[in-house]
């Protein structure tokens, strides 16, 4: 691979990508023209398939060791810079204008996956408003989760009283009330230090909550989770050297989903103006990573929320899991005896089978080669895990692993 950046030049129509091309090691730099990616699924975001000038792509194969996910057409006859990965940090850092356009392409990408991955869950009714918090409320007292409805009472009624022109500031009483109801004396988590620790089940932020900052895990883990038809459907579980949130801080939106403490953490906030001064081009190449990998996990997500078969689901699941540490660690072989640091019930709000019958389960629970402990899951052989895929595979006649082999 070579290390020097490389201007290419195509006319219009010429196919610059070609899906399920192997990417050796490049992200490529629009600098003039337009091009088009064409995706397997149909995002509800139209200008997530065009590239214009200054916009990048191949990121996310480049950094993820995957093949490229679509092709990808000039529209216009077009200039475009190709450049190692390896040099990503140090690029990034010094061209801060195409770091945070690059940043705000790809939160603008996840956000789109986002959305469809939730569509795919039957997610209904969100409309990104801070008055919804009071709606949560309810739904996470129905849950039993008194904690985060607290936390979701007291967001809005701080939200209601700096904006008494919002159409919430009419239900601020009725929130005091219901707080008072819920926790008398609950006082919201005092994050005023760059670095802080946030405790186990505690909410960093609650969907449809405004923020000016996004978060890099230092330790511990992080539930990134959204209110499904009154349920919790769990998006990811992240762990230490991965970004959240920082969707709704560069797009100026609220959040479209929650982040809460999986385990203990400690976490490292950023602010959108200052966080190119505040890391390092290593931290920086990490931050893109991470986004990298997301990428790639929302799009096999979405390959294996289109399973009918809940059992299926939970065991192609699985495997990406172990499909993404191999990509993190570089591991070439089978992976044997994992733990997962997540619940049963956990895995079932991922695949969206948290209300199915376990008898719909059955094949998953009597599994002797899938360890369910106390807030765990062990997979004992890979291998036996595959040949349930294949089973799977064979029983739908679909070709449900072709993204993980």
């Not at 070579?2 to 201007?7: L, Y």
């Not at 849950?143 to 239900?171: I, T, V």
């Not at 400690?266 to 990428?295: C, H, N, P, W, Y």
Request: net charge neutral; charged share 30%; aromatic share 10%.
């Amino acid at each position: 691979m070579s290390s020097e950046i490389k201007v290419m030049e195509f006319p219009r129509g010429a196919n610059v990508i070609l899906k399920d091309s192997k990417n050796d090691g490049y992200f490529y730099l629009v600098k003039s023209g337009k091009l088009e990616v064409q995706s397997d699924y149909e995002l509800d975001d139209r200008e997530v398939g065009i590239f214009d000038p200054g916009e990048t792509f191949g990121l996310v194969s480049a950094l993820t060791n995957k093949i490229f996910l679509g092709n990808i057409v000039a529209i216009q006859p077009s200039v475009i810079l190709r450049i190692p990965v390896s040099n990503l940090g140090s690029y990034v850092k010094l061209h801060r204008e195409s770091c945070i356009k690059m940043m705000r392409s790809y939160s603008q990408e996840l956000r789109s996956l986002d959305r469809t991955l939730s569509q795919d869950a039957k997610k209904t009714g969100w409309s990104g408003q801070p008055e919804n918090l009071l709606l949560d409320a309810d739904i996470y007292l129905k849950l039993r989760k008194p904690e985060l409805a607290s936390y979701a009472l007291a967001r809005f009624c701080e939200y209601a009283e700096f904006n008494p022109d919002s159409s919430g500031f009419a239900f601020l009483d009725r929130a005091k009330k219901k707080l008072f109801e819920v926790n008398l004396e609950y006082k919201l988590p005092q994050r005023n230090e760059t670095v802080f620790t946030a405790k186990k089940g505690e909410p960093v932020f609650l969907e449809n909550e405004k923020s000016e900052y996004f978060y890099i895990i230092r330790s511990g883990q992080i539930t990134i989770s959204r209110i499904v038809n009154e349920s919790e459907f769990i998006l990811a579980i992240l762990g230490p050297g991965e970004i959240f949130g920082e969707l709704s801080v560069l797009d100026e939106k609220t959040r479209m989903a929650s982040a809460i403490a999986h385990s203990d953490a400690e976490l490292m906030r950023l602010g959108k103006s200052t966080f190119m001064d505040q890391v390092g081009e290593k931290v920086l190449q990490k931050l893109f990573e991470s986004m990298a990998r997301r990428i790639w996990y929302m799009h096999q997500r979405l390959s294996i929320m289109s399973m009918e078969d809940a059992s299926a689901r939970v065991y192609n699941h699985l495997h990406m899991l172990l499909s993404d540490i191999r990509m993190r660690t570089g591991h070439t072989g089978t992976i044997d005896d994992h733990e997962f640091n997540f619940s049963v019930d956990d895995l079932r709000k991922m695949v969206g089978a948290g209300d199915s019958e376990e008898s719909e389960l059955i094949t998953f629970f009597t599994d002797p080669n899938i360890i369910k402990g106390e807030g765990t899951i062990t997979v004992h052989k890979e291998a036996l895990l595959q040949d349930k895929i294949y089973y799977f595979r064979k029983k739908s006649r679909r070709n449900v692993l072709r993204a993980f082999i």
